[in-house]
């Protein structure tokens, strides 16, 4: 089932076209890569999948939505409730332990559950660090973080853009075996990145080009996406 679609979106800033004419989809469950060359279009594409930013032109689904309908108000809530999203610079707050920053999103919400922030700490290994304050944790651990933020509210489609870019190879391999198992537990992802090993091991690869579809690379059936 789709629950992400793109059909012919373009974003211009003002005679540039920054995206143009890019269609795809993604289904419920999917690990969807997002790969191209700087000045691709690939973060103009995420702020706009992200809801952060509006298309030009064409027509956005997500989780059976049109974007374009969607006033501030909506946008907020929706991104609250069906995104969780993950960036490369980790935007913890200094003087918040690891369990406060992963609870922040909850604030928006009517309930603060601890419990569930503690188990997404548990899920992405940092049960025994969730007091500490984000400069007692090393940058892998200050990303798992991130991504045990991203989890807390159940979201539809996780989007994560460049999220091993500031790892050493170490901790780029504990997040990709915490994205493997999101994967398994049918979790939607969408991953941005330079990394063609990180991107390899989704459903398909949309490649982007000077702001257009290049072509998209199935690799449900490719060797490449076997186990590590």
């Not at 419920?28 to 999948?49: H, Q, R």
């Not at 610079?89 to 690891?98: I, M, P, R």
Request: hydrophobic letters at 40%; aromatic letters at 6%; glycine letters at 8%.
């Amino acid at each position: 089932m789709e629950i992400l679609k793109c059909d012919g979106i373009s974003k211009y800033f003002g005679d540039v076209a920054a995206l143009d004419d890019i269609s795809f989809s993604v289904n419920s469950g999917e690990w969807v890569s997002i790969m191209g060359p700087s000045g691709a279009g690939k973060s103009t594409l995420v702020n706009i999948l992200s809801l952060m930013d509006h298309i030009s032109s064409g027509i956005y689904e997500i989780a059976g939505v049109k974007a374009n309908s969607l006033n501030k108000d909506e946008i907020l809530r929706f991104r609250r409730e069906k995104i969780g999203l993950i960036f490369q610079e980790f935007h913890l707050v200094s003087y918040l332990s690891a369990l406060e920053n992963v609870m922040i999103n909850q604030y928006f919400h009517s309930s603060i559950d601890e419990e569930s922030a503690k188990n997404a700490l548990e899920k992405v290994g940092l049960k025994e660090r969730i007091n500490h304050l984000p400069n007692e944790l090393s940058g892998g651990e200050q990303q798992r973080v991130c991504i045990a933020r991203a989890l807390i509210n159940e979201p539809d489609i996780i989007i994560a853009d460049e999220p091993t870019g500031n790892l050493d190879e170490k901790n780029e391999q504990i997040v990709l075996e915490i994205f493997k198992n999101l994967k398994k537990e049918g979790k939607t992802l969408i991953l941005i990145t330079h990394n063609p090993y990180l991107g390899r091991f989704g459903d398909k690869i949309i490649w982007l080009k000077h702001g257009k579809l290049d072509r998209i690379q199935n690799l449900k059936n490719e060797q490449n996406n076997t186990e590590v």
